[in-house]
Protein backbone atom coordinates (compact mmCIF):
# COMPACT_ATOMS: atom_id res chain seq x y z
CA UNK A 1 0.00 0.00 0.00
CA UNK A 2 3.01 2.29 0.15
CA UNK A 3 5.65 2.81 -3.24
CA UNK A 4 8.80 4.11 -2.13
CA UNK A 5 11.01 5.43 -5.04
CA UNK A 6 13.26 7.89 -6.28
CA UNK A 7 16.60 6.77 -4.70
CA UNK A 8 20.30 6.71 -6.44
CA UNK A 9 23.57 6.53 -6.71
CA UNK A 10 24.77 10.05 -6.31
CA UNK A 11 27.92 11.95 -4.93
CA UNK A 12 28.82 14.49 -2.05
CA UNK A 13 26.87 17.33 -1.92
CA UNK A 14 24.28 16.11 -4.63
CA UNK A 15 20.54 16.28 -4.27
CA UNK A 16 17.39 13.43 -4.51
CA UNK A 17 13.72 13.27 -3.68
CA UNK A 18 12.26 10.07 -2.95
CA UNK A 19 8.64 9.78 -3.04
CA UNK A 20 5.84 7.63 -0.90
CA UNK A 21 2.90 6.64 -3.00
CA UNK A 22 -0.25 5.72 -0.99
CA UNK A 23 -2.96 3.10 -2.15
CA UNK A 24 -5.80 1.43 -0.29
CA UNK A 25 -5.44 3.85 2.49
CA UNK A 26 -7.54 7.07 3.53
CA UNK A 27 -4.08 9.06 3.27
CA UNK A 28 -5.10 11.99 4.94
CA UNK A 29 -5.48 10.86 8.26
CA UNK A 30 -1.94 9.25 8.55
CA UNK A 31 0.98 10.97 9.84
CA UNK A 32 3.69 9.87 7.29
CA UNK A 33 7.45 9.04 7.91
CA UNK A 34 10.62 8.44 6.47
CA UNK A 35 13.36 6.16 8.22
CA UNK A 36 16.52 4.55 6.96
CA UNK A 37 18.73 1.75 7.81
CA UNK A 38 22.06 1.42 7.08
CA UNK A 39 24.08 -2.06 6.83
CA UNK A 40 24.81 -3.33 10.03
CA UNK A 41 22.57 -0.61 11.64
CA UNK A 42 18.94 -0.64 12.85
CA UNK A 43 16.50 1.21 11.30
CA UNK A 44 16.63 5.00 12.51
CA UNK A 45 13.96 7.81 12.24
CA UNK A 46 14.86 10.27 9.79
CA UNK A 47 11.75 12.62 9.16
CA UNK A 48 8.06 12.80 9.98
CA UNK A 49 4.84 15.04 8.94
CA UNK A 50 1.70 14.89 10.94
CA UNK A 51 -1.38 15.38 8.73
CA UNK A 52 -1.49 19.46 8.60
CA UNK A 53 2.11 19.35 7.96
CA UNK A 54 3.61 19.40 11.23
CA UNK A 55 7.16 18.17 10.78
CA UNK A 56 10.01 17.31 12.62
CA UNK A 57 13.48 15.39 11.80
CA UNK A 58 16.21 13.86 13.17
CA UNK A 59 19.31 15.98 13.83
CA UNK A 60 21.54 14.68 11.25
CA UNK A 61 19.72 15.94 8.67
CA UNK A 62 17.91 18.75 10.08
CA UNK A 63 18.38 21.54 7.77
CA UNK A 64 19.68 19.38 5.01
CA UNK A 65 16.25 17.33 4.07
CA UNK A 66 12.37 17.95 3.80
CA UNK A 67 9.55 16.59 4.52
CA UNK A 68 6.11 17.22 2.78
CA UNK A 69 3.15 15.59 1.32
CA UNK A 70 0.65 16.32 -1.06
CA UNK A 71 -2.86 14.57 -0.06
CA UNK A 72 -4.67 15.33 -3.17
CA UNK A 73 -1.78 13.11 -4.94
CA UNK A 74 -1.74 10.61 -2.00
CA UNK A 75 2.07 10.82 -2.03
CA UNK A 76 4.70 12.06 0.72
CA UNK A 77 8.21 13.42 -0.22
CA UNK A 78 11.35 13.62 1.16
CA UNK A 79 13.88 16.22 -0.37
CA UNK A 80 17.15 15.53 0.43
CA UNK A 81 19.85 18.19 -0.52
CA UNK A 82 23.85 18.15 0.66
CA UNK A 83 24.03 13.96 0.23
CA UNK A 84 26.72 12.87 2.65
CA UNK A 85 28.59 9.45 2.48
CA UNK A 86 26.69 9.01 5.82
CA UNK A 87 23.59 9.46 4.31
CA UNK A 88 24.40 5.69 2.30
CA UNK A 89 21.09 3.62 3.71
CA UNK A 90 18.05 1.83 2.52
CA UNK A 91 15.07 4.33 2.95
CA UNK A 92 11.58 3.60 3.70
CA UNK A 93 8.58 5.35 4.35
CA UNK A 94 5.77 4.46 6.54
CA UNK A 95 2.06 5.59 7.68
CA UNK A 96 0.58 6.03 10.80
CA UNK A 97 -2.95 6.39 11.24
CA UNK A 98 -3.64 9.89 13.43
CA UNK A 99 -6.16 11.26 15.26
CA UNK A 100 -4.52 14.03 15.61
CA UNK A 101 -3.94 17.28 13.29
CA UNK A 102 -0.09 17.76 14.86
CA UNK A 103 1.52 15.15 15.50
CA UNK A 104 4.18 13.04 13.60
CA UNK A 105 5.99 10.08 15.21
CA UNK A 106 9.42 9.50 15.43
CA UNK A 107 8.89 5.52 17.08
CA UNK A 108 8.95 2.43 14.34
CA UNK A 109 5.80 0.80 16.40
CA UNK A 110 3.42 3.48 15.71
CA UNK A 111 3.51 2.99 12.02
CA UNK A 112 0.96 0.55 10.64
CA UNK A 113 2.34 0.39 6.54
CA UNK A 114 5.78 0.59 5.72
CA UNK A 115 6.86 0.72 1.92
CA UNK A 116 9.32 -1.67 0.27
CA UNK A 117 12.63 0.58 1.06
CA UNK A 118 15.10 2.60 -1.87
CA UNK A 119 18.28 2.36 -1.91
CA UNK A 120 20.40 5.30 -1.65
CA UNK A 121 24.01 5.16 -2.10
CA UNK A 122 26.22 8.54 -1.69
CA UNK A 123 29.97 8.13 -3.00
CA UNK A 124 32.65 10.95 -1.43
Known amino acids: QLQASGGGLVQTGDSLRLSCAASGLPFSTYAMGWFRQAPGKEREFVAGISRRDHAGYADSVKDRFTISRENTKRTAYLHMNSLKPEDTAVYYC????????????????????WGQGTQVTVSS
Open 94 to 113: GAAFSFSDIRYYRALSRYNY
